[in-house]
């Protein structure tokens, strides 16, 4: 029996691998790769996909997916950090976006509901490319990155009312005002649900599912929670990305969404492929080559438009030109939600097949030049800072600038980030009476640790003249410590040309970015990899009594030879051989001492003679909330004891099981 679903799977699938592979020669993303089998396979390439339903089930799985991991990864803590960038940075964003579109295209002479009606959909942007670029790069925790997914996830919620306001713009509904009002209360209910299984609920379910130890009950409850929330805010009106996200808010607040994330993983990059690949075929191929002129034209005038719009948004927060020319550089391109909602404003009258076409034609380049856009977005926003603020200094509105503070630095520490490594260096700075100036790109952060009397300023370190401003030649150490890697590098060079002699201490998340970071100039780099895997390596070696000054110098040579022996073990092992690791084969255990026999309990350890008869060295006795230390031939071994013992482990077992 023949199943045209599985037929339709093989021949994407199979198509996909030659496609990608020819990309990844090209050296190409590989999401254009994806892009170019759906537009071969679509209706209006070789038609070998005869039903394309099917194929947009299995996309709109890949999305439910990829905002279910991205939720995971975020939290909800997070979220409440960055609401100022969903509400404000969102609604500058989308709000400006839908006014200059429906102007320009007013203006043209086309009716004001349809010109509103595209500026709906040139609002969004695409959630699913962007996320996944940034999370792919590792900066889905930067400043920009945090702008972005803030902006985005207010496009996801706003989208909702779009679709309800549609139908009115088009004569066909009078009632939008009660239905906007119930979809308000449906939200709330949503925010309220997530909250209360976040807390109580779903913790609670996964620690009795973990307890089981089963592999396939702990990635079954994972996936009906994440299938279960975005059923619920579809089955209320909502998006169903919106219900995924949420899903993985409420995984995110458990000890348990690292696992979840390894585990649904390799299902995203199965099922996102399919998204791509549905984008792909919506694009009618002979209309865009009939229209090529127009349809680049638009393209080139959408984007600029679009990233205009997000930079100026970026800007409402207070962020410099460096990281709002990253934002709009991110949210250009035109989005998937908007295929979604196009297909409301067809059924309502308001988008024509032409415009129709030229809109899928106008979303699609942008998608697909999205990729290489943020491949190079680093250099460019750079480049266009420069430009713009060549010798400015960005400051927060009527920010103090604290001359005297700056002018009485000398041999001071530089903290670059104020998160949570920032934070420590200056509390250990401040404990040891050291100098220290901060700055930090997060505006409420600098507000709010100013009022608490931080030395913190606000600016981009990535510009010299920030770092100036910071006396870097007085400097004695500068310390990196921000999420955004390549940032971390332009500053590493913006110092080095200020000043070759201050001791840049750079904190990374990954390996692969250290020596990139040592060619640029940074004299230590402290990846978070390594130093977990050494603290850890430490406390094995304390437990197998390994003297602290020999773990010292163990753990101070793998530094100095930077971490060249966690990289490749075999391969170094002669740069530590010096080390010697004569571990005692002794166990250092507490025994509770339950027996009643006479011979153990009530006896002097004199009387008791356990170190004959047992071969064990009793050294600590803990008596209810005391413990006694001075132990002597004299003291007495009572029911309900804790005994601290020293010996080999076969002997430990052996008094342990008289103790029972």
């Known amino acids: 029996?023949?199943?045209?679903?599985?037929?339709?799977?093989?021949?994407?699938?199979?198509?996909?691998?030659?496609?990608?592979?020819?990309?990844?020669?090209?050296?190409?993303?590989?999401?254009?790769?994806?892009?170019?089998?759906?537009?071969?396979?679509?209706?209006?390439?070789?038609?070998?996909?005869?039903?394309?339903?099917?194929?947009?089930?299995?996309?709109?799985?890949?999305?439910?997916?990829?905002?279910?991991?991205?939720?995971?990864?975020?939290?909800?803590?997070?979220?409440?950090?960055?609401?100022?960038?969903?509400?404000?940075?969102?609604?500058?964003?989308?709000?400006?976006?839908?006014?200059?579109?429906?102007?320009?295209?007013?203006?043209?002479?086309?009716?004001?509901?349809?010109?509103?009606?595209?500026?709906?959909?040139?609002?969004?942007?695409?959630?699913a490319i962007v996320l996944k670029l940034l999370q792919d790069k590792g900066e889905i925790n930067s400043p920009h990155g945090k702008i972005v997914l803030g902006v985005l996830i207010f496009q996801d919620i706003i989208v909702v009312p779009m679709m309800l306001v549609t139908p009115l713009m088009a004569g066909d509904s009078d009632d939008i005002l009660t239905e906007?009002?119930?979809?308000?209360?449906?939200?709330?209910?949503?925010?309220?649900?997530?909250?209360?299984?976040?807390?109580?609920?779903?913790?609670?379910?996964?620690?009795?599912?973990?307890?089981?130890?089963?592999?396939?009950l702990f990635i079954l409850s994972v996936v009906v929670i994440c299938f279960a929330v975005a059923w619920l805010t579809s089955s209320l009106g909502l998006s169903l990305a919106l219900g995924a996200f949420m899903a993985g808010l409420i995984i995110s607040?458990?000890?348990?969404?690292?696992?979840?994330?390894?585990?649904?993983?390799?299902?995203?990059?199965?099922?996102?492929?399919?998204?791509?690949?549905?984008?792909?075929?919506?694009?009618?191929?002979?209309?865009?080559?009939?229209?090529?002129?127009?349809?680049?034209?638009?393209?080139?005038?959408?984007?600029?438009?679009?990233?205009?719009?997000?930079?100026?948004?970026?800007?409402?927060?207070?962020?410099?030109?460096?990281?709002?020319?990253?934002?709009g550089l991110s949210l250009f391109q035109v989005g998937e939600f908007a295929f979604i909602?196009?297909?409301?404003?067809?059924?309502?009258?308001?988008l024509s097949p032409e415009v129709y076409q030229y809109f899928l034609s106008i979303s699609l380049l942008t998608m697909a030049i999205t990729p290489f856009i943020i491949q190079y977005y680093h250099p460019i926003s750079s480049k266009i800072s420069l430009k713009l603020a060549p010798h400015q200094k960005e400051t927060l509105p009527h920010e103090e600038t604290h001359h005297d503070l700056l002018h009485d630095l000398n041999d001071h520490i530089v903290i670059i980030g104020?998160?949570?490594?920032?934070?420590?260096?200056?509390?250990?700075?401040?404990?040891?009476?050291?100098?220290?100036?901060?700055?930090?790109?997060?505006?409420?952060?600098?507000?709010?640790e100013?009022?608490?009397?931080?030395?913190?300023?606000?600016?981009?370190?990535?510009?010299?003249?920030?770092?100036?401003?910071?006396?870097?030649?007085?400097?004695?150490?500068?310390?990196?410590?921000i999420s955004d890697p390549e940032a971390t590098r332009r500053i590493i060079v913006s110092i080095r040309e200020i000043s070759e002699k201050v001791h840049i201490i750079v904190?990374?998340?990954?390996?692969?970015?250290?020596?990139?970071?040592?060619?640029?100039?940074?004299?230590?780099?402290i990846p978070e990899e390594f130093e977990t895997s050494i603290e850890i390596f430490t406390r094995v070696l304390s437990k197998y009594l390994m003297p602290r000054d020999e773990?010292?110098?163990?753990?101070?040579?793998?530094?100095?030879?930077?971490?060249?022996?966690?990289?490749?073990?075999?391969?170094?092992?002669?740069?530590?051989?010096?080390?010697?690791?004569?571990?005692?084969?002794?166990?250092?255990?507490?025994?509770?001492?339950y027996t009643q026999d006479e011979t153990i309990v009530d006896k002097t350890l004199l009387e008791a003679d356990f170190r004959l008869r047992f071969n064990i060295t009793i050294v600590a006795i803990k008596r209810e909330n005391t413990t006694l230390l001075d132990i002597n031939a004299k003291t007495k071994l009572r029911q309900g004891d804790l005994v601290y013992v020293v010996g080999r482990p076969e002997d430990v077992m052996r008094f342990n099981n008289n103790l029972k």
């Open 180 to 216: 906007l009002l119930l979809m308000a209360l449906k939200g709330v209910f949503v925010i309220v649900f997530v909250l209360i299984s976040a807390r109580y609920l779903v913790p609670k379910l996964l620690y009795l599912v973990a307890q089981t130890k089963s592999k396939e």
């Open 253 to 327: 607040e458990s000890e348990y969404s690292h696992q979840a994330t390894s585990n649904i993983l390799p299902f995203r990059e199965i099922f996102t492929s399919f998204f791509f690949v549905s984008i792909g075929m919506l694009l009618d191929a002979s209309f865009m080559v009939q229209h090529l002129p127009v349809i680049l034209l638009l393209t080139l005038a959408a984007a600029i438009l679009k990233c205009l719009v997000a930079f100026t948004a970026a800007k409402v927060l207070h962020f410099p030109v460096r990281t709002s020319m990253l934002v």
């Open 450 to 481: 100013r009022e608490q009397g931080e030395p913190i300023l606000y600016g981009d370190a990535v510009h010299g003249t920030i770092l100036s401003h910071l006396h870097i030649l007085k400097a004695r150490v500068v310390v990196v410590a």
């Open 418 to 448: 104020y998160g949570i490594n920032g934070r420590n260096v200056a509390k250990a700075a401040k404990h040891a009476n050291i100098p220290y100036i901060i700055v930090e790109l997060n505006a409420i952060t600098v507000k709010t």
């Open 1 to 127: 029996m023949e199943i045209p679903l599985l037929t339709d799977i093989v021949i994407i699938l199979g198509l996909s691998v030659v496609v990608i592979l020819i990309f990844q020669k090209l050296k190409l993303p590989t999401i254009l790769g994806f892009l170019a089998t759906g537009i071969i396979t679509g209706p209006h390439g070789l038609s070998l996909i005869a039903d394309t339903h099917n194929i947009e089930i299995l996309a709109e799985i890949g999305v439910i997916l990829l905002l279910f991991i991205i939720g995971m990864e975020f939290s909800l803590r997070n979220l409440a950090l960055i609401k100022r960038t969903v509400l404000v940075g969102g609604t500058t964003q989308v709000f400006l976006t839908i006014g200059f579109v429906a102007a320009i295209l007013w203006g043209t002479g086309m009716p004001l509901t349809h010109a509103t009606f595209i500026g709906f959909l040139f609002s969004l942007s695409s959630t």
């Open 341 to 350: 909602l196009s297909k409301t404003g067809i059924e309502s009258g308001l």
């Open 551 to 593: 773990i010292q110098e163990f753990t101070n040579s793998i530094r100095a030879d930077n971490y060249e022996m966690l990289r490749s073990l075999t391969r170094n092992a002669n740069a530590v051989s010096n080390i010697g690791f004569d571990l005692p084969d002794i166990e250092v255990a507490s025994l509770r001492v």
């Open 507 to 525: 904190r990374t998340r990954f390996v692969q970015e250290m020596e990139e970071n040592y060619r640029l100039g940074a004299d230590e780099v």
